[in-house]
T-cell receptor
Framework: AQKITQTQPGMFVQEKEAVTLDCTYD???????LFWYKQPSSGEMIFLIY??????QNATEGRYSLNFQKARKSANLVISASQLGDSAMYFC?????????????FGPGTRLSVLP | GAGVSQSPRYKVAKRGQDVALRCDPI?????LFWYQQALGQGPEFLTY????????KSGLPSDRFFAERPEGSVSTLKIQRTQQEDSAVYLC?????????FGPGTRLLVL
């Protein structure tokens, strides 16, 4: 069964510091995609970064990078130089291909609080 | 360009009432997904469309839930005889390739 685990319900980080949000996944599908989304208190889900299972290099998008360790089935999100606006819920998600199309599975989320 | 839009943004329903939630995906996006997000939890998959075809409805919690996308664009999620446990945020997402783009959600409260 496909599953996403995020073991940190909440994290604190000082402004301008870097923070790592953990994500591990479980799938038997050889082809999958991993995503991170940010959900501020306003509720919208904002796409941050994507990593394909066959990508050789770790994905980066501005201050976001994804530390992809395939053998360990982990896809941690690293946010560099944290800003107060980074305070939000962060969800790790996985896309797997099914016979009929595709399915997405989300983790329970990590609430990040950036301290001034 | 316009993103995914959903309406209404908020809906209060009395238990037993039927509700209809609308999703306008990004123009040209083939895939459309509905999710249910309970308070403090991650989104849970409900159903998936590719164009007008509903390819997966395994996440719909009961036969009171029904979704359609008749012309392969706008989608409607209908909940019949609402129950208190249906209270949640209902998120719609569309995609063309790998990445899903989400709408702002509809917050449903069943009293």
């Amino acid at each position: 069964a496909q599953k996403i685990t995020q073991t940190q319900p909440g994290m604190f980080v000082q402004e301008k510091e870097a923070v790592t949000l953990d994500c591990t996944y479980d799938t038997s599908d050889p082809s999958y995609g991993l995503f991170w989304y940010k959900q501020p208190s306003s509720g919208e889900m904002i796409f941050l970064i994507y990593q394909g299972s066959y990508d050789q290099q770790n994905a980066t998008e501005g201050r976001y990078s994804l530390n992809f360790q395939k053998a360990r089935k982990s896809a941690n999100l690293v946010i560099s130089a944290s800003q107060l606006g980074d305070s939000a819920m962060y969800f790790c998600a996985m896309r797997v291909r099914e016979n009929y199309g595709q399915n997405f599975v989300f983790g329970p989320g990590t609430r990040l609080s950036v301290l001034p | 360009g316009a993103g995914v839009s959903q309406s209404p943004r908020y809906k209060v329903a009395k238990r037993g009432q039927d509700v209809a939630l609308r999703c306008d995906p990004i123009s040209g996006h083939v895939s459309l997904f509905w999710y249910q997000q309970a308070l403090g939890q991650g989104p849970e998959f409900l159903t998936y469309f590719q164009n007008e075809a509903q390819l997966d409805k395994s996440g719909l919690p009961s036969d009171r839930f029904f979704a359609e996308r008749p012309e392969g664009s706008v989608s409607t999620l209908k909940i019949q005889r609402t129950q208190q446990e249906d209270s949640a945020v209902y998120l719609c997402a569309s995609s063309l390739a790998e990445t899903q783009y989400f709408g702002p959600g509809t917050r449903l409260l069943v009293l």
